[in-house]
């Protein structure tokens, strides 16, 4: 069964810094695209960042180049998201996506891939 599962979300303060991770399971993970998404209240989901394999594209949101990492580590079969500098409007539930070459019930396409399996989110709240 495939799955993914987000953790590491909460509340920190503007400037502050947080680690979401994404531990996949029920597919080969090094062969497949991953990302981060995120959506907050009344809003659409947005790509936060995104990556394929070595020497494949990544992405990035413009509103977070310079502050947010996209990493993965294979042997582990975990993606993470290493976010500096938060802002307010960083505040969204977040969700890891993986790109196993079909849709589902929620597909987001963005540069050369296309998102069809998620996990269940996690809030990350930005606030003083």
């Known amino acids: 069964q495939v799955q993914l599962v987000e953790s590491g979300g909460g509340l920190v303060q503007p400037g502050g810094s947080l680690r979401l991770s994404c531990l996949a399971s029920?597919?080969?993970?090094?062969?497949?695209?991953v990302g981060w998404f995120r959506q907050a209240p009344g809003k659409e989901r947005e790509g936060v960042a995104a990556m394929g394999r070595p020497g494949a594209r990544t992405y990035y949101l413009a509103s977070v180049k310079g502050r947010f990492t996209i990493s993965r580590d294979n042997a582990k079969n975990m993606v993470y998201l290493q976010m500096n500098g938060l802002k307010p409007e960083d505040t969204a539930v977040y969700y890891c996506?993986?790109?196993?070459?079909?849709?589902?019930?929620?597909?987001?396409?963005?540069?050369?891939?296309?998102?069809?399996?998620w996990g269940q989110g996690t809030q990350v709240t930005v606030s003083s």
């Open positions: 029920g597919f080969t993970f090094d062969s497949y695209p």
């Open positions: 996506a993986a790109d196993l070459g079909y849709s589902g019930s929620y597909s987001y396409e963005w540069g050369d891939y296309y998102f069809g399996t």
